[in-house]
């Protein structure tokens, strides 16, 4: 079955610092990918998709790479501020249906200053 | 302004009692979808529709019900049948699947008491 694996452990990083999040998944091979960012008690805010065939995108100090062979997406954010504390997710179209958004458990991100 | 309102944002309900989740959207939206989001995990589809008078189940839909006959509007009913249905309660919605962002609600919190 179609798994999303992100690292259930918060991430801490100094302020100014790249923060790099990871997003692994199995048996299923997306022709698209997303990221959001959720704040604690709201609701995900969609940040970027990147598409099979797009081996990178970048929106501001956001990054995301896809790479299809080893099954993996990468978020990074450049130039960390605290602003940037929150629960980052990965989203991917369903394996059964694409009508389908499934996502994974998230990563906590938190940035000290 | 254009959007996805949920209501309310809290809800408590008695044990053996069902409740029903508002969801409205402006943005005119084919596709609408309810997660179901437990502390410190990621989001569970329950139900996703693509069309009016045309739903889906989700990974975790037993206990759950919905009704799409308005374009705008996807409530959920969570019924006695849920045996754990105390949970933060998220809608969203977008053009098409898992290709195109989705919007989410701001969320209604659900408490058994």
């Known amino acids: 079955s179609q798994k999303i694996e992100q690292n259930s452990e918060a991430l801490n990083i100094q302020e100014g610092k790249t923060a790099t999040l990871t997003c692994n998944y199995t048996?299923?091979?997306?022709?698209?990918l997303q990221w959001y960012r959720q704040d604690p008690g709201r609701g995900p805010v969609f940040l970027l998709l990147?598409?099979?065939?797009?081996k990178e995108k970048r929106k501001e100090r956001l990054k995301v790479t896809f790479d299809t062979t080893l099954k993996q997406s990468l978020f990074h954010i450049t130039a960390s501020q605290p602003a940037d504390s929150a629960t980052y997710l990965c989203?991917?179209?369903?394996?059964?249906?694409?009508?389908?958004?499934?996502f994974g458990s998230g990563t906590r991100l938190s940035i000290r200053p | 302004d254009g959007g996805i309102t949920q209501s309310p944002k809290y809800l408590f309900r008695k044990e053996g009692q069902n409740v029903t989740l508002s969801c409205e959207q402006n943005?005119?939206?084919?596709?609408m979808y309810w997660y179901r989001q437990d502390p410190g995990q990621g989001l569970r589809l329950i139900y996703y529709s693509q069309i009016v008078n045309d739903f889906q189940k989700g990974d975790i839909a037993e206990g759950y019900s919905v009704s799409r006959e308005k374009k705008e509007s996807f409530p959920l009913t969570v019924t006695s049948a849920q045996k754990n249905p105390t949970a933060f309660y998220l809608c969203?919605?977008?053009?098409?699947?898992?290709?195109?962002?989705?919007?989410f609600g701001q969320g209604t919190r659900l408490t058994v008491v």
């Open positions: 990147i598409r099979e065939n797009e």
């Open positions: 989203a991917l179209p369903g394996y059964s249906s694409a009508s389908k958004i499934i």
């Open positions: 943005l005119n939206h084919d596709a």
């Open positions: 969203a919605s977008n053009v098409q699947g898992g290709r195109a962002e989705a919007f």
């Open positions: 048996n299923y091979s997306p022709a698209y």
